[in-house]
């Protein structure tokens, strides 16, 4: 009888409930909101869902050393936690993403290019903001991208130059790409005016299949032969979008835009939530991280703004400055955020069209900043 | 380290600077390239017609150095080159001919002066008028003039 009560004690000692601590209850309450912020407010709901369930899943408290946690080498999750710590995923989602884009308005208006440039300024002020407070350059550099608002591009530099911090710096780029109706609106309203927010878009041209076609040529050879680092993202990127446009292979472009990058994105998302285990994610350091996020966020956002404001002033042609707003690569969901506060002034105003176009180039801005962060820090 | 001296120290400024310059300078060459493959892929699609454009200059270049004239007062002096290079148009045309349709073959060709040039070979009969406003080439006198 005694060695059953000891076996059921040792047992016991080994349960969650017995190495739970507040810090483990806390990190479970934060993966319980993303899940309440997917399903219930639909906040991008494809990456919050199986990032707030990774959340449970990687804290829920174990013994060390059964080879369970995602740290641990030969458990399951550390597995796949591989395509994270080699950027692999974030490749396979920029892939699916290539073969989902359509660049045609980009193409029919390429100045709109210019407010995705202009959005990157958040990712190079917070590099000075993270150094400021203390952060080694590499740890600033990834924490600068997040002001990209790409997930899978800072989780591709940040496995290239802090590991340590993938968590909570994929936590707070998809907590902040979710945020967009929360933290863009405002920054758009104040810094435009009612005149500028009513100006209307003129109709685009129409684009050729055979120039969506030449595109993706053309986008990689410019923009890789300028930051070779940034071929990883670009690369599959373009190829993803070749494969789309150029109808001949429609079976691999299906494929890439539906089940690769949903498998991708399940894999991504999870592994990324597990790795927020409440004693490596818990720091004061991760606080850091989303006040600097926040900044970097609502940086370019401003800076897009500003910059569609500035480019009204030379152009003859009028944009509606919302549109730098989408010039964060949070696709679609700034486009829709820029479209929304567009029609709250004018319900005919159809901005969404040409806030992709900013949002493309967003992507593509955000890969190559990632690329010359990359670059700057390896040998720092 | 930290704060300003911490960005002096990993070169910030100047990372930052260079960053966003090279994103920048990213994204405007390629808007700047994007902007002209539609005006690429319409020259290719008219290629026929540009190259015939070039033929037609290279045989305009080639015509003029077979008269080695360049100028028109030469060719209006000249009235036997003149009278040779205006025969392959008369061949053109049919026997009975309006000068109107002459002096359009002309100036298709790039030939100097056609007004002038026709009115010198109304004036030396090498077109004769048949009446009702139609013309005819005089080949006899052409070919005595060839000889002469």
Same mark, same amino acid.
């Given at each position: 009888m005694e060695e059953v009560l000891q076996l059921f004690l040792k047992f016991g000692t080994n349960t969650g409930y017995y190495l739970a601590s507040y810090k483990y209850i806390i990190m479970i309450i934060i993966g319980c909101v993303f899940i309440y912020l997917a399903i !219930?407010?639909?906040?991008?709901p494809l990456l919050l869902l199986p990032i707030g369930f990774g959340i449970l899943v990687g804290n829920v408290p174990f013994f060390k050393?059964?080879? @369970? =946690?995602?740290?641990?080498?030969?458990s399951v999750f550390h597995y796949l936690y591989f395509g994270v710590r080699t950027g692999v995923y974030p490749s396979i989602v920029f892939l699916g993403l290539g073969a989902m884009t359509d660049f045609s308005s980009l193409l029919a208006?390429?100045? @709109?290019?210019l407010l995705g440039a202009a959005a990157q300024m958040g990712i190079f002020t917070t590099l000075l903001g993270a150094l400021y407070l203390g952060f080694l350059p590499k740890e600033a550099g990834s924490i600068a991208i997040i002001g990209g608002a790409d997930g899978p591009t800072s989780i591709f530099l940040t496995a290239k130059l802090?590991?340590?911090l993938i968590g909570p710096i994929a936590i707070a780029a998809y907590s902040y790409m979710a945020l967009i109706p929360v933290i863009q609106p405002p920054i758009m309203r104040l810094l435009t005016t009612r005149k500028e927010r009513l100006i209307r878009m003129s109709e685009p041209r129409e684009v050729s299949k055979k120039e969506r076609m030449i595109f993706p040529v053309i986008g990689v050879l410019l923009c890789c032969f300028l930051a070779p680092t940034a071929l990883p993202l670009l690369g599959p990127l373009f190829l993803g979008n070749i494969l789309k446009e150029s109808g001949v292979v429609n079976r691999l472009a299906n494929t890439a835009s539906s089940a690769i990058i949903d498998t991708a994105t399940i894999f991504l998302g999870f592994t990324v939530g597990a790795s927020t285990q409440a004693d490596v994610f818990l720091t004061p350091n991760s606080i850091k991280i989303f006040l600097l996020g926040a900044c970097a966020f609502s940086i370019a956002t401003a800076s897009g703004v500003i910059f569609g404001k500035i480019m009204n002033l030379f152009?003859?042609?009028?944009?509606?400055? @919302? @549109?730098? !707003? !989408? =010039?964060?690569? !949070?696709v679609p969901g700034s486009a829709r955020e820029v479209h929304l506060v567009g029609q709250k002034e004018?319900?005919?105003?159809?901005l969404l069209m040409h806030a992709m176009a900013c949002n493309a180039s967003g992507v593509i801005g955000s890969a190559i900043a990632a690329g010359v962060l990359w670059s700057f820090m390896v040998n720092l | 380290m930290q704060g300003f001296e911490a960005i002096s120290h990993y070169n910030g400024l100047a990372m930052a600077i260079v960053g966003v310059s090279i994103v920048f300078m990213g994204l405007v060459v390629l808007s700047f390239a994007i902007s002209q493959i539609h005006r690429l892929l319409i020259f290719w699609e008219d290629r026929d017609i540009y190259l015939q454009r070039i033929k037609n200059f290279k045989n305009r270049i080639l015509n003029k150095n077979q008269m080695d004239l360049t100028k028109g007062e030469c060719l209006l002096d000249d009235i036997k080159k003149t009278a040779q290079s205006y025969v392959p148009l008369i061949d053109q045309l049919d026997k009975s001919f309006q000068l109107v349709d002459l002096y359009n073959l002309a100036q298709q060709n790039d030939l100097p002066h056609p007004h002038l040039t026709i009115t010198k070979f109304r004036n030396e009969k090498l077109i004769i008028p048949e009446g009702a406003g139609s013309f005819t080439w005089n080949f006899q006198l052409s070919k005595e003039k060839d000889k002469g």
């Amino acid at each position: 009888m005694e060695e059953v009560l000891q076996l059921f004690l040792k047992f016991g000692t080994n349960t969650g409930y017995y190495l739970a601590s507040y810090k483990y209850i806390i990190m479970i309450i934060i993966g319980c909101v993303f899940i309440y912020l997917a399903i !219930a407010k639909k906040y991008e709901p494809l990456l919050l869902l199986p990032i707030g369930f990774g959340i449970l899943v990687g804290n829920v408290p174990f013994f060390k050393g059964f080879g @369970l =946690g995602i740290y641990e080498e030969n458990s399951v999750f550390h597995y796949l936690y591989f395509g994270v710590r080699t950027g692999v995923y974030p490749s396979i989602v920029f892939l699916g993403l290539g073969a989902m884009t359509d660049f045609s308005s980009l193409l029919a208006r390429p100045k @709109l290019m210019l407010l995705g440039a202009a959005a990157q300024m958040g990712i190079f002020t917070t590099l000075l903001g993270a150094l400021y407070l203390g952060f080694l350059p590499k740890e600033a550099g990834s924490i600068a991208i997040i002001g990209g608002a790409d997930g899978p591009t800072s989780i591709f530099l940040t496995a290239k130059l802090a590991p340590h911090l993938i968590g909570p710096i994929a936590i707070a780029a998809y907590s902040y790409m979710a945020l967009i109706p929360v933290i863009q609106p405002p920054i758009m309203r104040l810094l435009t005016t009612r005149k500028e927010r009513l100006i209307r878009m003129s109709e685009p041209r129409e684009v050729s299949k055979k120039e969506r076609m030449i595109f993706p040529v053309i986008g990689v050879l410019l923009c890789c032969f300028l930051a070779p680092t940034a071929l990883p993202l670009l690369g599959p990127l373009f190829l993803g979008n070749i494969l789309k446009e150029s109808g001949v292979v429609n079976r691999l472009a299906n494929t890439a835009s539906s089940a690769i990058i949903d498998t991708a994105t399940i894999f991504l998302g999870f592994t990324v939530g597990a790795s927020t285990q409440a004693d490596v994610f818990l720091t004061p350091n991760s606080i850091k991280i989303f006040l600097l996020g926040a900044c970097a966020f609502s940086i370019a956002t401003a800076s897009g703004v500003i910059f569609g404001k500035i480019m009204n002033l030379f152009s003859k042609e009028k944009i509606n400055p @919302l @549109l730098g !707003a !989408a =010039g964060v690569s !949070a696709v679609p969901g700034s486009a829709r955020e820029v479209h929304l506060v567009g029609q709250k002034e004018d319900p005919t105003n159809y901005l969404l069209m040409h806030a992709m176009a900013c949002n493309a180039s967003g992507v593509i801005g955000s890969a190559i900043a990632a690329g010359v962060l990359w670059s700057f820090m390896v040998n720092l | 380290m930290q704060g300003f001296e911490a960005i002096s120290h990993y070169n910030g400024l100047a990372m930052a600077i260079v960053g966003v310059s090279i994103v920048f300078m990213g994204l405007v060459v390629l808007s700047f390239a994007i902007s002209q493959i539609h005006r690429l892929l319409i020259f290719w699609e008219d290629r026929d017609i540009y190259l015939q454009r070039i033929k037609n200059f290279k045989n305009r270049i080639l015509n003029k150095n077979q008269m080695d004239l360049t100028k028109g007062e030469c060719l209006l002096d000249d009235i036997k080159k003149t009278a040779q290079s205006y025969v392959p148009l008369i061949d053109q045309l049919d026997k009975s001919f309006q000068l109107v349709d002459l002096y359009n073959l002309a100036q298709q060709n790039d030939l100097p002066h056609p007004h002038l040039t026709i009115t010198k070979f109304r004036n030396e009969k090498l077109i004769i008028p048949e009446g009702a406003g139609s013309f005819t080439w005089n080949f006899q006198l052409s070919k005595e003039k060839d000889k002469g």
